[in-house]
């Protein structure tokens, strides 16, 4: 059987494991700090392919950031990746072709492949961590757009300038559906810069009113976001994931969408795919 | 050269004419008001496929309202068509297949194939009339979601209902965007019901400063929607249709769209397929 050694790369940590073509973890997963220059991030990348290039039939990378459409390289910045991140030569690291993908596409090709938008025609997959991530699938080709930069979740949830978004625009569904969003909802309700994600979180758990009403708005904005896109693309299913996505009432969700779009109705569901959605997405399009 | 008797039925008129493979009309335009019936329509139809059918090698109607995906039929209602309207069966018009595509996704076809979007991988065209029409086009294929419906756009502008949207829905950006819309923020403007998106267009031709205000205030509109749709799609370019298209400035869209997107810059264009763009692509997609 076919397996790829498979990275992901985002501001935090990078992550390397080895993938078979049916999408399973087949080794340890190493994990590394992202290292603050290039050559740190470099030097992590040509000790794991020098360790397991034998091994291997492919070599792939879910990165933060933009790929190009011929999944060589990454185009544009990253925000949270050390600046220059996008020069580096994937390609020079190893004799194989290098693939990459972008972390949030390779996750929703995984969820497609393996987990909850399986024999989706058309599918979006909203990734709610710190940011927002996306990756919109249809007739079984991801949504690149004309660069690689396509599934931006940067369109705007109000058009009078409230909250200036991590894009430098303002207003955009990143910065009312993400953690940080919780966050910043939660300072204006409490009016206090110190309260957390995990304040509100566990409020809602003891429940806490105000707290509850906090989370609800932040799901509230998920759901008009989650309309726009529904009336856009009439998708068979939206999946969520990432690291907030377990605090969004899908069945709720589910129902306010679909009282309120011109399309059919959507299914939404929680992704299944795992932790290493990222990996394994990029590792399945690597070895396809 | 094969040719298609083709249709376009809206809620005002259906315009009947011969369209040839390479998008020319080639006979006069017939013209007919909407009747008010199911018959009524029906029987317009009857009467000038009895009156082509031996001529013609296809039948294409490019219509108000979703099309299946099939192109056989009409699904959902339809706003300003007679109620009912999704229930006629349009196949037993004829004994020939009688193809059926959306209005907006039909000019946008035209527009891909001999219009402004011609040669692009990846194009959206917005018809700026009274309401506001969409048709996204990805590698040779109009994006056409689970059930037909895709391609309304129907996403939010605001979160905190202000302007009710004919969908039933609130503040979808069809009610800032439309000519509808341009008569909205006339009226809010100026305090006053009876103002006409024709006061605004004389107006601003004649410098009149509170008239460019609004017309001001109406683009700035689309082109926050538009930022949103080039951060989702990267597309190659959006093409601008319709009655309300001639009052935008392109150039100015274009460049404050790419100002403020983190996708790579696109292209805004005026539509070039003119007003049988509907009957053109619906001709076309009928013969391929």
């Known amino acids: ?27 340890e997963v190493d994990k590394f700090s992202t290292p603050k220059t ?9 000790e794991q392919i020098a ?10 990378i879910a990165t933060a950031g933009a790929v190009n459409n011929a999944n060589t390289a990454v185009i544009g910045s990253t925000g949270n990746l050390v600046q220059g991140y996008s020069s580096i030569d994937f390609q020079s690291l190893s004799s194989k072709k290098v693939f990459l993908e972008n972390d949030a596409n390779a996750a929703a090709w995984a969820e497609y492949k393996i987990g909850a938008s399986r024999g989706s025609d058309i599918s979006i997959m909203l990734t709610l961590g710190t940011g927002v991530g996306g990756g919109i699938i249809i007739n079984d080709k991801l949504l690149k757009g004309k660069s690689g930069a396509a599934g931006e979740m940067h369109f705007k949830m109000y058009s009078d300038k409230r909250r200036k978004c991590s894009c430098g625009s303002w207003d955009c569904f990143e910065i009312y559906a993400s953690g940080t969003a919780l966050k910043i909802d939660a300072e204006e309700e409490l009016n206090d810069k110190n309260v957390t994600t995990y304040d509100v979180i566990k409020g809602v758990e003891n429940r806490n009113e105000i707290m509850t009403k906090i989370l609800n708005r932040w799901q509230d904005d998920i759901i008009i976001g989650i309309k726009g896109l529904a009336n856009i693309f009439d998708p068979d299913c939206v999946v969520l994931s990432g690291s907030m996505a377990k605090f969004v009432n899908i069945k709720k969700v589910e129902d306010e969408v679909n009282s309120d779009i011109v399309t059919t109705p959507t299914s939404i569901r929680l992704a299944t795919a795992g932790n290493y959605a990222g990996m394994i997405g990029a590792a399945l399009l690597a070895l396809s």
Request: avoid cysteine; proline fraction near 0%; charge should be negative.
């Open 1 to 27: 059987m076919k397996k790829a050694l498979s990275f992901d790369i985002g501001g935090t940590k990078i992550y390397s494991t080895i993938i078979d073509e049916t999408g399973n973890v087949i080794s």
């Open 38 to 46: 290039i050559d740190g991030i470099k030097q992590i990348l040509k």
């Open 51 to 60: 360790k397991h290039e034998s091994e291997i039939d492919a070599i792939a």
